[in-house]
């Protein structure tokens, strides 16, 4: 895992479509407490797509703090006998999600919106895992990052 600091460095990442780009807001994204374990918390972030065979596949971006891991998590699916706004909601941030692949690398933008603050890193994607809940995990030094950020 890289982490950039460098204006020039960070906009090549960003605006040239050479990596996909995942974000986790540690202000914003939903933050779960399991349950009867206080310590263990983990964030949801951003939508993520991947093909297998010739559909593609949808998950998120989500971190642990108990595993300080940032993984990719398979989604469910669930049909319903109505369709309504949070179903469209869903479907927009599905079509807008980056398209990741399997042992490659991924610009992961870690901020706090309220804070702002934040950090942009390059790093790997790991094999995927198609079934199990947790797709694959994002390779590098998450919890002293988002320790830190949570700090600041």
């Known amino acids: 895992m890289k982490i950039f600091t460098d204006r020039r460095k960070i906009a090549k990442l960003l605006n040239f479509n050479q990596y996909p780009v995942l974000?986790?807001?540690?202000?914003?994204?939903?933050?779960?407490?399991?349950?009867?374990?206080?310590?263990?918390r983990y964030y949801v972030?951003?939508?993520?797509?991947?093909?297998?065979?010739?559909?593609f596949w949808h998950g998120d971006?989500?971190?642990?703090?108990?595993?300080?891991q940032?993984?990719?998590?398979?989604?469910?699916?669930?049909i319903t006998a109505s369709f309504g706004y949070h179903d469209i909601m869903e479907d927009l941030a599905i079509a807008n999600a980056p398209i990741i692949h399997e042992n490659s690398e991924v610009v992961v933008v870690i901020h706090d919106s309220k804070k702002r603050l934040a950090c942009v890193c390059l790093?790997?994607?790991?094999?995927?895992?198609?079934?199990?809940?947790?797709l694959t995990t994002i390779g590098g030094?998450?919890?002293?990052?988002?320790?830190?950020?949570?700090?600041a």
Do not use: M, P
Not at 141 to 151: A, K, N, Q, T
């Open 23 to 40: 974000s986790l807001d540690l202000a914003k994204d939903k933050r779960y407490i399991l349950e009867g374990d206080e310590d263990t």
């Open 45 to 55: 972030g951003h939508k993520v797509k991947w093909k297998k065979s010739d559909y």
């Open 61 to 68: 971006l989500c971190y642990f703090t108990d595993t300080k």
């Open 70 to 78: 940032l993984q990719i998590s398979n989604d469910n699916a669930c």
């Open 123 to 134: 790093a790997s994607v790991g094999k995927f895992e198609h079934f199990y809940s947790t």
């Open 141 to 151: 030094d998450w919890g002293s990052i988002i320790e830190s950020l949570e700090r």
